[in-house]
Nanobody, 123 residues
């Protein structure tokens, strides 16, 4: 059964905005952290942002998106969001939602993954 489902990707011009959503279900709800990763063609999967699913919701961002992207949670809706503002062509990638045991930056910390959603930013 599907445990993480991303939505909200699309095509935007540079400087535009998108909001990605990740709906969690099943055993993914037992995780302690949610994260967003991205992967561009020919490149390795890259950490983008994370948030503690419980407690105070501590966040972490990779330097290249800090100040432009915001990760947030809505526990009542079992949903994590990634608000992306001032998008740049280098943000183009498939974005993946992940759930794991800790809010780390390694993909190995996250055993549950969504199917991915394409984000394309044109110049």
């Amino acid at each position: 059964q599907v445990q993480l489902v991303e939505s909200g990707g699309g095509l935007v011009q540079a400087g535009g905005s998108l909001r990605l959503s990740c709906a969690a279900s099943g055993r993914a709800l037992s995780s302690r952290a949610m994260g967003w990763f991205r992967q561009a063609p020919g490149k390795e999967r890259e950490f983008v942002a994370s948030i503690a699913w419980r407690g105070d919701g501590t966040t972490d961002y990779v330097d290249s998106v800090e100040g432009r992207f915001t990760i947030s949670r809505d526990n009542a809706k079992n949903t994590v969001y990634l608000q992306m503002n001032n998008l740049k062509p280098e943000d183009t990638a498939v974005y993946y939602c992940a759930a794991g045991f800790a809010a780390g930056r390694s993909a190995y910390d996250y055993p549950y993954w969504g199917q991915g959603t394409q984000v394309t930013v044109s110049s």
